[in-house]
């Protein structure tokens, strides 16, 4: 692994079901972050954790939950997923800190709900 | 409202330069940030800026005015890969990364 790892890479599901975005970086950073990225919009922060242990909610939380048991993994949980939750799923990393705005990303979950 | 605003897409020839504007209101002031992402990949931080003036890069180059609240990234000697989605995010007071839509950029031959 180098660098940030999330799984799956793609995911279609049916509303109502439950689903948990993994990510796990190798790099030992201590902020995570999670984004969904949707077509004409910004990134938008979900969940942030800024060490493990430690989690808080950005600009559009509600729905999703996160947990920072170690340094290294950030799941995203979906408990049950609604069609509006169709996007693009960015987790992200930052060396420096949660002071930083240099951060290295996951490759993507792209996620749809019928 | 905090408001990140960069034109939706952009054209260019290969090999001219090209340059991405972005201009912002937010609350509070941390630095200035710019994302390359190519279709269907991850951002790549491409610059980080902070003070007033010119930042260079080998090719690329980014200014910011923070009294105007407006930066730029300047795209020198174009090359076809540098078709992507150029992204302009602001850092306000609580630490927290604003993001712009992004800036689609085509590179014509």
């Known amino acids: 692994i180098a660098g940030i790892t999330q799984a799956p890479t793609s995911q279609i599901l049916a509303a109502g079901r439950r689903m948990t975005l993994r990510c796990t970086q190798d790099?030992?950073?201590?902020?995570m972050y999670w984004y969904r990225q949707d077509l004409g919009l910004g990134l938008r922060l979900i969940h942030y954790?800024?060490?493990?242990?430690?989690?808080g909610k950005g600009e559009v939380p509600d729905g999703y939950s996160v947990s920072r048991a170690n340094t290294d993994d950030f799941p995203l949980t979906l408990a049950s997923a609604v069609p509006s939750q169709t996007s693009v799923y960015f987790c992200?990393?930052?060396?420096?800190?949660?002071?930083?705005?240099?951060?290295?990303f996951g490759e993507g979950s792209r996620l749809t709900v019928l | 409202g905090q408001n990140i605003d960069q034109p939706t897409e952009m054209t260019a020839t290969e090999g001219a330069i090209v340059q991405i504007n972005c201009t912002y209101q937010?609350?509070?002031?941390?630095?200035l940030f710019w994302y390359q992402q190519h279709a269907g990949e991850a951002p790549t931080f491409l610059s980080y800026n902070v003070l007033d003036g010119l930042e260079e890069k080998g090719r690329f180059s980014s200014f910011l005015s923070r009294s105007k609240g407006y930066s730029y990234l300047l795209l020198k000697e174009l090359q076809m890969k540098d078709s992507a989605s150029y992204l302009c995010?602001?850092?306000?007071?609580?630490?927290?990364?604003?993001w712009g839509a992004g800036t689609k950029l085509i590179i014509k031959p």
């Open positions: 954790s800024n060490t493990a242990g430690t989690t």
């Open positions: 790099m030992r950073h201590n902020a």
């Open positions: 992200a990393s930052s060396a420096g800190g949660p002071n930083t705005g240099e951060l290295f």
């Open positions: 995010a602001v850092m306000d007071s609580n630490y927290q990364l604003i």
């Open positions: 937010t609350s509070g002031f941390n630095g």
